[in-house]
Every structure is written in C-alpha cells, then in structure tokens.
C-alpha cells in the first residue's frame, strides 16, 4: 500500500491491524470500530485514525501501574 494512501480497504485495515477481514467486518458490524461508507458504497477506514485506535489501547506495564499507584497513595497523583 502507497506511503501516502490516506483510506484503506476492508483487506488493507485487515493486513494494517494483522487481523482477518472477517473481523474488520465484525467490528464493523458491531461499530466497533470508525469507518466511512461514502454513498453507501465500499467501507473504508482512515488510516491515521487506525493508528490512533492502537495507540489509545495502549495498556500500561505492571511496573507502570505500580509507579501510579504509589503516587496516588503519596498524594502526588498525576
């Protein structure tokens, strides 16, 4: 796919995200996911709003949460 290719297909979102097309379509299915459907035609996907759904589902490391949590406990929560 082009460096500079803004929306992806089904199968491209599919090979961006390393999950089948059937599950793009499932999570599509079920809004579980942001696309656009211009003129009720073909789905698409941003590919720089997919890249921000991976970053925002980030999941902290136990030494990250540990860190937190003793700040928290000192008053000193951020």
Do not use: C, H, W
């Not at 459907?37 to 759904?53: A, C, H, S, T, W």
């Not at 937190?68 to 406990?73: D, G, R, T």
């Amino acid at each position: 796919m082009p460096q500079n290719q803004r929306f992806l297909t089904v199968k491209q979102t599919a090979e961006f995200l390393g999950f089948t097309e059937k599950y793009i379509r499932k999570l599509v299915f079920l809004k579980k996911i942001p696309y656009f459907k211009p003129l009720g035609g073909k789905i698409l996907f941003d590919q720089e709003e997919l890249e921000k759904l991976v970053r925002d589902s980030r999941v902290p490391s136990n030494s990250e949460l540990a860190e937190k949590a003793s700040a928290l406990l000192n008053g000193g929560a951020k």
